[in-house]
């Protein structure tokens, strides 16, 4: 599927995200927590969410492994494409948020 971001058009793709400026590698749940994201683009995605989408069980409240994959996406967007600053945010008691102004196609 190919969406549109400010920086430029990408594709999401097994083990990795193909834009026309960079491809980066993902691992599986970075994949998974993108895709989610890219799906509820502009409306907040809880923790438990994206955790059930990952490991189809329960969120544990003690888990950072979702904080630390959203760590690790925000940072190889951001080193591949400065642009991409910012598009993944923290809401506060509610998950995490991808936005961007551009429609998919």
């Not at 083990?15 to 994201?37: D, F, M, P, Y």
């Not at 979702?66 to 993944?88: E, F, N, T």
Request: glycine residues 6%; hydrophobic residues 35%.
């Amino acid at each position: 599927k190919l969406f549109s971001f400010p920086w430029g058009d990408f594709t999401l793709r097994e083990g990795h995200l193909r834009c026309t400026t960079a491809k980066l590698g993902l691992s599986v749940q970075e994949r998974i927590i993108l895709k989610k994201l890219i799906l509820n683009r502009n409306q907040p995605v809880s923790r438990d969410v994206l955790y059930y989408t990952m490991w189809g069980k329960p969120y544990t409240k003690k888990s950072r492994v979702v904080d630390m994959h959203i760590s690790a996406l925000r940072r190889k967007l951001y080193s591949h494409l400065p642009q991409s600053k910012g598009c993944i945010t923290s809401i506060k008691g509610l998950g995490y948020m991808i936005s961007w102004t551009n429609q998919e196609k």
